[in-house]
């Protein structure tokens, strides 16, 4: 199975343009749970709505979170899912870190991806520290050491 984690702070827009891409393009068994970080009560309840039209879990990160900073947020966000999600009922699984603005525009599989490796993803580079983009990151769940 592959479960996808998509936090959204503001996009409630997209997420059925979302959920329509991977339907249509992912080759692969998936479920996708939209994390609620909006900055306010009124983008929270309109992400919530999203997701009940679209059929996706929605699940509300803690307050405590939610920063002015966009950045400080989403890794506030993305270490809360591992911790609270991934950890605790995903081990067996392919998890997929994705960004509320992007989308599958052609056929694609995420465990043919990420095949027998630990990880997948985009490596950034700021000077010499070398890392991974958390808006596209493929977690290998039962290959992590």
């Known amino acids: 199975m592959i479960r996808v984690l998509i936090p959204s702070c503001k996009n409630h827009d997209f997420i059925p343009m979302q959920v329509k891409s991977f339907v249509k393009h992912c080759k692969d068994d998936f479920k996708i749970t939209v994390l609620t970080d909006g900055l306010d009560d009124g983008q929270s309840a309109l992400i919530r709505e999203a997701c009940l039209e679209s059929n996706v879990e929605c699940i509300d990160v803690p307050k405590?979170?939610?920063?002015?900073?966009?950045?400080?947020a989403h890794c506030a966000v993305v270490q809360w899912a591992y911790d609270e999600i991934v950890l605790k009922g995903c081990m067996g699984d392919i998890v997929v870190m994705l960004d509320s603005d992007m989308f599958m525009v052609r056929d694609f599989s995420f465990s043919e991806l990420v095949g027998d490796f630990a990880f997948a993803g985009l490596p950034q580079y700021r000077g010499p520290i070398k890392y991974y983009f958390m808006g596209f990151l493929v977690l290998n769940m039962p290959k992590l050491p």
């Open 64 to 72: 405590n979170l939610i920063h002015s900073s966009a950045s400080v």
